[in-house]
C-alpha cells in the first residue's frame, strides 16, 4: 500500500475510521472482540494477508504434521509479504493457540506490520514484549491441532464476525481492530484525517468548558469559524 | 458412493458410527446443534459438497447480488451432484437464512440427497413438508444477504465445529448429522451394521429383564453365544 | 390497524416481509430466537402494544406484589387494544417466565390478536392449546418476579434483539416473528403479496424442473411473461 | 416417597410448585433448560438418586473403560432404587451424550420413575418412545466418553444450575423440571394441590371472561365465596 | 446525596456492601461484567442517572441524528446533574459503543461522579486517562447508532442484570459496581464501615499467622475482645 | 512432590506442557477462559487440593452459614497442605465470589503454593496484591453464597472445563493454568526441560533471521548439529 496512506492511517483512531465507514453503509467492519497483545503504543496499518482455519479432524493433526514443510500455517508466516498484517480466520475458537511467540518473532523479523486472530496466542507474555502490534481474544496454550486445521491462505475470510478480503488494509488501535476495504482506503483516510482534526478540536474545546451540542457534530456557524481559526493556528 | 454403503448406512444410527469413529481416535465428527427440519422418517446419506459462507458486507450484498448468475449459493444449488449432500458452512450464524424453499426445492429436484446448515432455513415450515432431508438449528426469516455472503463452493469447510472436507460421506438420522471421513466409509459402514445387530439383540434382552453389565458392552462368554444364536434365528 | 393490510399479512409469509424490509434498508426486523407456542396455523397480525421488564430486585418483587391492582404486567393484560399484539421485553431471559396460562387466556378473552416475549412462558403446554398465536424462547415456569419486574407499558422496547415502537404491525408465522414499522405497513403488505404470488408461480416452476438461475429473481423475459399468464390463469 | 405425596404431585403442574417454592425463599429450583424427549403425558414424580460427570481425560475414558463392571454410570443405572428419578449432572455440556436408549430401557425395566440430564441423550427419538419420562437439553449423538467420565453416585450435584440433593423430589410436566427439598415435599405438595383448584377456578372464570384484577390472587371476597361454592360443586 | 455517606462509601469496597445488602435479601445489586476502563485509584460513588438503549433501527439511526440537539445521548450527558453517577443500559451489547472520549470528556467537566455502562466505549485508551471513573465490558469502536438507540432519560433499567433505579446510589472500585437502593445507602454506609473495620483488623490478623474459623466471621469471644482494643488503638 | 520436578516445572511454559500432554493423547488439560489475578512473576506449580461447589439453595446458604466452623470453604482453605494448588470448580459461575482476600491471604500464610478458580475472587485488587499466585475468570464481588455451595473437599472435579483429580500437579504461568497427571508429572517434566532448550535455541536463530520451516521442528541435520553446539556453549 501507499506509504502516504499508511502514515495517515498511523495517525487515526479505529472509532473515527468506523463513522468514516458507517457513512458509507458498511456497519461491521470492526473485528469484534479482540484487544492487543500489549499495547505497542503505535497503529498497526498494513495490507491483509489471509489464513484460514478449519475444525481439526484427530487424524490430519498430530505433531508430526508440523513436519511437513507445506503446512499452511508455517507457510502463511514465510509468504506473508513485507508490511502486510497477517490475519487469521480462527472461528472464534480460543481454546487452542493460533499461533505463538516463534511465529510471531518470525513473522516480525520477514517485516510482517502486524497480526490479528479471532481465537488467542499462546506464549502471550513473550508476544507482548515483540516489537510488532498483535490482537487476540485471549492468550492460550494449547497447540493450535487441537481445535483448528490450517486450511487455506489468501482467501476471503471472517475474523471476529468482520468480512476480510485480501488486500483490505487492516488498522489497529489501543481499542480494537477496523478492516477497510481496499477500494476505499485512499478516501477513507483523507476523511479520517479532517474528522481526527475536528475532533482534537471539539476535545480541547470542551476541556476548556464548551457544551456538546451545537459543536459535535458541528451546527453551529460559530464553531465553524473557530476550528477554521484552530486549523491556522496549529497548521492542522 | 457406493450403493452398498449407502444402504448400509441406511440403517444404522448417528450413534453407532460416532462410536465407531470414536474407536478410531475419531471425537468431532458429529455436527453439533443441528436438527432435522421434519424428519422424514429415512436416514439422510450422501458424500458432501460443501458452500462457505464468510461475514457479509453490505456493499456486496444487496438484492441486485441475486441476479448474478454466479451467485455461489445459487450455483451450488444448480451443480451440486446428484446423490450428494449439500453442507453448508453458515458460521454457526442463524440470525439470517442459509437457504429457503424455492432453493431446497429445486435442490430436491435435482437429486440432491439432503442438505445440512449450521445456520438456519427460511421458509422452515415449508421444508419440513418437503421429500428432502434437511438439518439446520432453527428457522430464521431474513434472507441470508444480511448475515452471511456466499463465497466458496466445495472446500474443506466447518460445520457446527465438525470437519467436512468434499467427499467426506454425511449420515443424518432422527437425532444428530455426523461426517464420515470418505476413506473410511467403508469399514465404518460394514462395522456399524455389525454393531446394529448387537446393540438390536441387546435392547431385546434388556426388555426381558436382563441387566446391563457383561452385556453391554459384551464381556460373558454366555451373551456371545446367546448373541449368536439370536443372529441365526433373525438372519441378521 | 386498516383490515385489508391485515389480510394481506394474514397471507404472507415473514421471509417475504423481511425481503421487503431488506429493500428499504432495514435489516434487524426480525425477532430473533422465538419460535411459536404451539402454531395454530395462521398467522399472527396486530399493532404492537409493549411490556417492558426490569431485573427483579429482591424487596419489589414479593408474591403479594401480584395483589396491587396497578402491577403493569396484569394491567398490560387489561389494557391491551383488541386487535393488537402484547410484546414484552424479557430481556432475552428465560429463566424465569412473561406470563402464564391465565393471563394469556385473559388476553385472548379481551381480543388480542397474539403475545410474544423474548423470554418464556410457563404454562406454555396449555398455552399452545389456546386459541391466540403465542411466541417465546422456550417454557419457563418459576414466576417472572424471580427474574422480571414489570416496569412499563407502551414503551419503545427491544424485543429479541429487534425495535419495536408501540402501533408497529407485528406478523408472526410458523417460523418466526417480524416487526414492520407503522408508516411502512401498507406498502410492505402490497408488496409482500406481489412478491408471493412471484414466489409461488417460481415453487410451482421449480417443483416442475425448472432451474433457478434466471428465475428467481427473474432476470428473464420469458419468466416475466409466463409469469403475468400464471396470473391470470390463477386470478392472482 | 409416600404414595400419597406422589399422587399429589402427579396432579400438579411445576409453575405450580414453583410459586410455592418460591414463597419460601427458594427461587432457582427448576432445572434450567431441559424438556421432555417425547412428553409421555404425565408428570414424573420420585425421589432424587443421582449421578455426577465430570471432563473427560483421554486415557481414562477409552471405549474398554465400558468393559468395567464398575463404571459408575452402568452402576447407577443398575442400583437406582425403585421410583427414583435417575438426575445426572452433565456440566450443561450436550456435545456428548450423558446414555443412550439401552441404559434409559434398562432403567425403566428396573422400576425408574424417570430420568433428567442438563446434557443430552443419545438414540433421543428411540427414547421418546419408551414408557419412561425422560428429560434433557438436546439429542446427541456421541457417546459420553467423548467429553465426560461417570465419577461419583449419589453426591449432592447441580443440574441445569439447580441443586439437588439425593431424596430431593423431583417433578416434571410438559415444560419444565423442578426440585423439590425432601423436607418440604409434603407441605409444598399439599399447599400445591390447594393451589391447583384455585387457578382451575380462575381459568373457568377467566374463560368465561372475567377480568384478572382481583380475582389471580384473589383479593376480593365475592371471588372467595364463588371460589368456595365452586369447590363444593366440583369436589374439590 | 448527603456529604457523610458518600465519603463513608468512598472508604469501604463493592465486597462488603453485597454482602451489607446481602444479609437484606439483595442478592442480584452488583452490574454484572463491568470493569474500570482504567482504574483511577478511588472509589465512584453517586446518585444514578440512567440512559435507556433500545435495538437501532437503520433509519433513524443515520449520522445526520447526531446533529438533533434533543438526541437523547447528548441530553443525558448535558443533564446528568452533578455529582451523579450516569448509568447505560446499553442491552450488554459491546459490538457497538455506548459512548465515546468527547462524551465523557464533557460529562467530566460538567462534574459527573462517573459513568457506567453494560456495553463498551469507544477511545478507551483515552477515556482510561481523564480524571472520571468509568465502567464497560470491553472497548467497543463502532459508533453506538450501529446497534443501539438512545430512548430514554432517567427511567428504571437494568445494567449487567442489575435493576437500576434513578438516585440509587453507585459505588465502584477497582473490581466492580454495586447499587444501592436510595432508602438503604444510609444504614448500609453505616454498616460497611462497621464491617470493612472489622475486615482490617482480621486481615492484620491472618497476616500474623492467626487461622480463620471462629475469627472470620467472628464466633469467639477472645476476637471480640481483641478487636475492641484494635479499634481503640487504631482509632477506628 | 519431588523438589526437582517443582523446579523444572518452575523453568517451563504452559505451552510447551501442553505439547508434550498433546503427544500423550491429552487435549484438554489446560483450564480454560482463567488468567492470573496479577501476574507474579513467576510460576505456579503444585499437586491439586480441590474444593467443589454446587449451586446454591437460599435455605443452606445464609450468612449465618459462615459461623459453621465445618463450612466447607473455610476448612479448604484451613486444611490445604503446604505447597499445594487450591484448585476450586465454581461451575464456571463468575457471578458470585469464589473466595476473597481474606481466604486467600490465609492459604498463602499456610504455605498454599497458589489458587484457582474458574469463577472469579473477589476483593481482586488485593489479592493480585499478595505473594500468592491466584487465577480466576475475573473479579466478582457478591459473597459465594449467592450462586455456589461449598459441598466437597478433594474430590475429583472438572476446573474450567479440565479434569482434575487431586494430587495432579497444577502448573500456572503469565498465559495459563494446566492439570498434569499425577503419573505424567516427572517425564513431562523432563520433556518440557528438553522442549524448552530447543523452543530457546529455535527463538535465538528466528531473531537471527533463520526461516522456521526445518527448524521448528527440526527436520534438519544441520539444525541438529547447531543446537547441539548451542547447548553445550550455554550449558542447557
Redesign the interface.
Known sequence: MNQEIREKLMGV???T???AL?????????I??V?PVG?KGRNMVGPAFTLRY??????RNQ?TE??N?DHPQ??A??TCPEGHVLVMDS?KQA?A?SA????I??LM?RGGAGVVTDGGF????TIAGLDIPAYHT??????N??NN?A??IN????CG???IFPGDIIVG????V?VI?AHLAEEVADEAVEMTAY?DF??ER??E?E????L??C?KDEHKRAFETWRRQNDR
Open positions: 483512531s479505529v472509532a475510521l468506523a463513522t458507517y457513512k458509507r453503509g458498511l456497519r461491521n467492519q470492526v469484534q472482540g484487544h499495547w478449519m475444525p481439526a479432524r484427530e487424524d505433531l508440523f513436519r514443510p508455517r507457510v508466516i514465510e472461528r481454546n493457540a505463538g511467540d516463534i511465529l518473532t518470525r523479523k499462546r506464549d502471550a507474555a485471549r492468550p492460550s496454550s494449547p497447540t491441532l487441537t486445521e486450511i487455506a482467501e476471503p475470510i471472517g464476525d468482520a468480512p488501535d489501543a481499542d480494537c477496523i476495504p475532533e471539539v476535545l470542551v476541556k468548558g457544551a456538546i451540542i451545537g459535535y457534530p451546527t
